[in-house]
């Protein structure tokens, strides 16, 4: 199964970046990361979700940005046929393989300026997200699991990106929920000018951990103006065991 995901489209700023794809008609599901428009403009929305159906017709599933303001978010969900995640989850199946997509806009440390001035109560907000959607990522009976944010769930996708302001990018207090859960494929975007992928991994931290293995999971940050491209991956099953790559869309 080809995935695609991209994030920061931010309606016509970057629309010419999507101009440049090469069409995508192995596609098969693409996953958007957010903030596909600016300063909440529902025209300019329309007018990206347009160019990324126009590369290719694969089922869009995706999860709002800051630019998708919190009021306006029923209206994006009437519009252009795309589930939207808020903090959901739900199973996609094609050609016998089940996706499991858990998706969110995801958690800041420290709030902006204008978020911890306007909205009290977002500290907590973030705190309770990060706790549902450790819940919601369990396997259960699917062969993939993914998970789609919009803010970074890792520091370390955001190398390239000033370090004070790394804790008003995103989270990482994902990464040891990542790191216990395990999802096949870890992805977000916000961070225009980050890293596009980091591994993090979990360390032996006590004797108790000792024998139990480490696990490596690598995050990606699908952010349009730092990848240039949809960041695709082609997920198979073969003999029962999963294999993941990346790779090349069109
Ligand atoms: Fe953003
Ligand atoms: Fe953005």
């Known amino acids: ?139 259960d009976d699917a062969d993939l699991l993914i998970l789609l944010a919009h803010y970074a769930l890792t520091y370390k996708t955001l190398v390239g990106e000033k370090e004070d302001r790394y804790s008003e990018m995103g989270s990482r207090r994902f990464e040891s929920i990542i790191l216990e859960t395990g999802p096949d494929i870890v992805l977000h975007a916000h961070a225009h000018g980050g890293t596009r992928t980091a591994t993090i991994l979990k360390e032996q931290k006590s004797l108790e951990d000792f024998g139990k293995g480490t696990r490596k999971i690598t995050i990606y940050n699908v952010s349009l103006p730092l990848t240039r491209s949809i960041t695709c991956f082609d997920a198979r099953k073969e003999d029962g065991n999963l294999h993941i790559m990346k790779r090349e869309c069109g």
Not at 112 to 133: A, C, F, G, H, S
């Open 1 to 139: 199964m080809m995935i695609g995901s991209v994030g920061d489209v931010h309606g016509r700023k970057f629309l010419e970046i999507l101009k440049e794809q090469r069409k995508m008609e192995q596609l098969e599901l693409l996953l958007l990361a957010g903030d596909m428009t600016d300063s909440n403009d529902l025209d300019q929305f329309d007018l990206a979700i347009d160019e990324l159906r126009r590369l290719g017709g694969a089922p869009m599933i995706g999860v709002f940005g800051n630019e998708e303001y919190d009021e306006s978010h029923q209206e994006y969900r009437k519009r252009k046929e795309i589930t939207f995640l808020d903090d959901e989850v739900m199973t996609f199946e094609k050609e016998g393989m089940k996706v499991k997509i858990v998706g969110t806009t995801g958690s800041l440390d420290r709030p902006t300026w204008w978020q911890r001035t306007n909205l009290p109560d977002i500290w907590r907000r973030y705190q309770l997200r990060i706790e549902k959607v450790s819940q919601l990522l369990t396997r």
